[in-house]
């Protein structure tokens, strides 16, 4: 176990740097100029040249790219061109407000696929099967941002149950497990989860089929076993395809969650992105999205070991 761990993690490494020059060269070959959101439109050429040459915008791109780099892996994502605060003390705050959002939504997610899932493929082919089915297409196909909307027309304006915007009465810096602040997680929540719903419910429904067609299940019905232990036994075979699914999106919901944090105001890195590209702020937008980034990898990475400790197949391969 301890190899497979040690191989894994060298996988990643080649991945992470190509990664960081994915993000590096993507934010750098959008159209405008990050000076912009710093200076005046009026100011002098001589001052536009200074502050271009403060903040290393003067130099060539491999050597920008090596420099921003190198400060990266000392954990210094650089200052915002717009506030002038550190990267990471606006991130740290946004990471952790989008992490509670996506783990909310994983999880409603990870409950109602893998209950639809598992009933469409024990029923297969029953009216259980076709309802399943017909909602988890329906998941997948409604646009989160749209529905998003929605929900806050339905529930917020004319219903006056739950908050539209934010993320507690005091914003989310006083962040608190009850009611008062809960009723500010629910619609994103519930928006966000849909997706993963609907492809969860789809991928187990086809994994518990296929398993319930399997000679062993055979095998344990003639031996007398409960239905229930029958789908114990079910549950064990499909649950490392399953966790790999949902561990994948967890990690889409992270980096995908800009418009729905921007419905509803939510304060997470969806938010902190969308303003740092109205405003060209380049340390932020190589920051952020290096850091969702890494956080995909480090996902991907636990999955497998996860996946590997049940099922000692994928070790052995």
Known sequence: MILYL????????????????????????????PINAIVPPDAPGDVVE??????????????????????????????????GRSVWS??????????????????????MGCTLGGLAGTFRGSWIDRAATGLAVAGVSVPHYWLGMVMVVIFSVQLNWLPAMGAGPGGSSDWAWDWEHFQFLVLPTITLSVIPTGIVTRTVRGIVAEIMNQEFVVALRGKGLTTFQVFLHVVKNAAPNALAVIGLQLGYLMG??????????????????????FQRDL??????????????????L???????????????A
């Open 283 to 300: 340390p932020v937008l190589q920051g952020t999205i290096l850091v969702l980034a890494m956080f995909f990898v480090a996902l991907n």
């Open 302 to 316: 636990i999955v497998d070991l996860i996946q590997a400790a049940l099922d000692p197949r994928i070790k052995r």
């Open 6 to 33: 040690l191989r894994r993690a060298l996988y990643a490494i080649p991945i992470a740097l190509a990664v960081g020059f994915v993000c590096f060269m993507l934010v750098q070959i959008a159209p405008g100029d």
């Open 90 to 111: 606006d991130l740290s705050t946004a990471i952790g407000n989008t992490l509670m959002l996506a783990v909310c939504a994983s999880l409603v997610g990870f409950v």
């Open 256 to 277: 995908g969650s800009i418009l729905v944090e921007t419905v509803f105001s939510w304060p997470g890195t969806g938010l902190l992105l969308n303003s740092a590209i």
């Open 50 to 83: 200074q502050v271009r040459r403060d903040y290393g915008l003067d130099k060539p791109l491999p050597v920008q790219f090596g420099l921003w780099l190198f400060k990266v892996v000392q954990g210094d994502l650089g200052r915002s061109l717009a506030t």
